[in-house]
């Protein structure tokens, strides 16, 4: 069974949509784990404080990972690796126990320094808890999640190999044992350990997050070690080319950081409104985005090392098409069922319904900025492809503090305007809800979002002027059938309520099931009357690339041979 588990995961997959369906399917596994992982937080604790110091202890190990685990990041090493192992293995091997070298150094220094100081480093960065009664959890918590970027960080690495040898499948699954492990800790370590138990169980997700990839690093001989032989000149010289990826990278993730401190000011419960929705709006973004930009990486580097750029170019419109193509309409949907949405994943415990009516007007205004985000991290890809590394980050940089400066002025505007507070608690659904505040966030989150994904398009489209006129009809055959599905689905929404027992989790969840059935319908039907293209490749790549695929033969070893 084990030798069958690892032929299958270690097979090699090149075409585009078969890749990015295979990685998309992990990724909806992974989301669905990742939605259980918060359906038993927010049943166990609710949107209070519990949760606030959970979600709280991410952001340093999130800005070690980052800042320094980026660097090894398969978005940035991949194109290293192609070019080190094209010529000839050897090199490829020196060069990849030189990375693992020095992050390995890099990485113990910086987290070791951060333990000492984490006392002092919690209260200035998360000032809502500088005299709270919690700061010792947060500051327990936060120590034991410094093991996550470790791993993490290592996975980049390996995975950065796995995806030059197109093994999909390996790298598609580590972030489902991640949340798998995240899982157990919730369930089995949290009743005996407390709210340290939770840090824990996050330490082993992101060990299994890396090891899950060893048996194949393995198998092919790539796993690296230490060495004394450190090829510095060839590491500095990455390292400075690197670090506008690295900040191009972490740049909204900072943004996002910045969001939590000032939500660490607001009303209890804000830290985890906002975690628990953007988490939400993460899943069509992982499933969509990240699956074509991470299938089509390789490919963009390779064709742009072989200097053939008319396919390099028909490579990024096929996938841009498909990425708006799938976006749209899910953006539209998370919009409609929004309630539905939240109240049958979260909903139940103690998470009550004045949770989840602020959890779903976070999730609307996150939701808008799905197709900007899937776009982003397209165009970043094959900004690296090309080794351009100066435009992403001068975007992002633009971004991150658009973000920021929005949401210090929302919150502001929020306070001080009753038109603009009553305007969007109206159009929101949440009059007289407390804690409305942290709306401002996600609106200057999807505020910024969306300037950087004008600012990327416009600047691809420069030097690949074929790139906007197809991928804009698409877009437009997309938004104009998915207004008419979610005009639908709402419409559904009125005749299933009185269908369902909508005082019933199962009651909610059948009604925005049902309606989000026939929105889906409406939608294909009218991408039929259009004769879109979209559909009809997808069609095909379906029936031809998975339904009737035959698998190769086993490409990594036995258990006995790892």
């Known amino acids: 069974m084990v030798k069958t588990w690892f032929s299958v995961i270690g097979r090699e997959i090149r075409g585009l949509h078969e890749a990015a369906y295979i990685l998309g399917g992990f990724a909806i596994l992974s989301m669905l784990l990742a939605l259980l992982r918060d359906k038993l937080l927010a049943f166990s604790f609710g949107a209070g404080h519990t949760l606030d110091v959970y ?24 194109p290293y690796f192609i070019d080190k192992f094209a010529k000839s293995e050897e090199e490829g091997r020196k060069f990849t126990d030189s990375m693992f070298s020095v992050f390995f150094m890099v990485i113990i220094a910086v987290s070791a320094i951060v333990f000492f100081l984490m006392p002092w480093i919690l209260p200035l960065i998360l000032p809502g808890f500088a005299k709270s009664a919690a700061l010792p959890d947060l500051i327990l918590c936060s120590r034991i999640m410094l093991l996550s970027p470790f791993f993490l960080g290592l996975s980049n690495l390996f995975s950065s190999l796995t995806q030059m040898r197109h093994r999909f499948l390996v790298y598609a699954a580590s972030p489902v044992v991640y949340n798998i492990g995240i899982i157990c800790g919730v369930a089995f370590l949290y009743p005996s350990f407390g709210i340290s138990g939770l840090a824990v169980g996050v330490a082993i997700g992101a060990f299994l997050h890396m090891i899950i990839q060893v048996p194949f690093m393995l198998h092919e001989d790539l796993l690296p070690g230490f060495t004394r032989k450190i090829e510095w000149p060839k590491i500095k010289r990455i390292a400075l080319s690197s670090l506008p990826r690295t900040a191009t990278l972490s740049a909204n993730q900072i943004a996002g950081f910045i969001l939590i401190s000032i939500a660490s000011l607001m009303a209890t419960g804000s830290i985890s409104i906002f975690n628990l ?10 499933v969509i985005g990240a699956s074509y930009s991470s299938a089509v990486f390789p490919t963009l580097s390779r064709l742009y090392y072989d200097k053939n750029m008319k396919e390099f170019l028909e490579e990024m419109i ?138 990327h398009w416009w600047l691809f489209a420069k030097n690949y002027p074929g790139f906007t006129k197809p991928v804009l009809s698409t877009m437009f055959h997309s938004f104009a059938a998915s207004v008419i599905m979610g005009y639908a689905s709402y419409l559904s929404l009125q005749i299933f309520s009185v269908v369902f027992p909508l005082n019933k989790v199962w009651g909610v969840f059948l009604q925005g099931l049902a309606s989000g059935i026939v929105g889906l319908i409406v939608l294909v039907l009218v991408l039929i009357v259009l004769q879109n293209k979209e559909l009809a490749e997808v069609w095909r790549a379906l029936h031809r690339k998975i339904w009737k695929v035959t698998l190769p033969p086993a490409e990594v070893g036995t258990t006995a041979q790892l």
């Open 318 to 455: 096929a996938a841009a098409r498909h990425i708006v193509f799938w976006s749209i309409p899910v953006t539209i949907l998370f919009v409609v069922l929004r309630a539905q949405i939240v109240r049958s994943i979260l909903g139940a415990g103690r998470f009550d319904w004045a949770d989840t009516r602020l959890t779903a007007a976070m999730l609307a205004l996150f939701t808008l900025s799905t197709v900007g985000q899937s776009l982003i991290v397209l165009f970043v890809r094959a900004f690296y492809a090309e080794g351009k590394t100066a435009r992403p980050f001068l975007v992002n940089a633009i971004s991150a503090s658009t973000i920021v400066g929005s949401g210090l002025f929302f919150m502001w505007l929020f306070k001080v305007s009753p038109l603009f507070h009553y305007f969007l608690e109206s159009i929101l659904r949440v009059e007289g809800q407390a804690g409305t505040g942290v709306l401002a966030l996600a609106l200057a989150y999807s505020f910024g979002v969306a300037l950087n994904t004008v600012l």
């Open 55 to 78: 979600y709280a202890a991410f952001e340093v190990p999130d800005v070690i990972f980052a800042l320094v685990g980026s660097l090894v990041s398969a978005s940035i090493l991949l």
């Open 277 to 286: 929705a953007f988490n939400l709006q993460s899943v069509p973004l992982a």
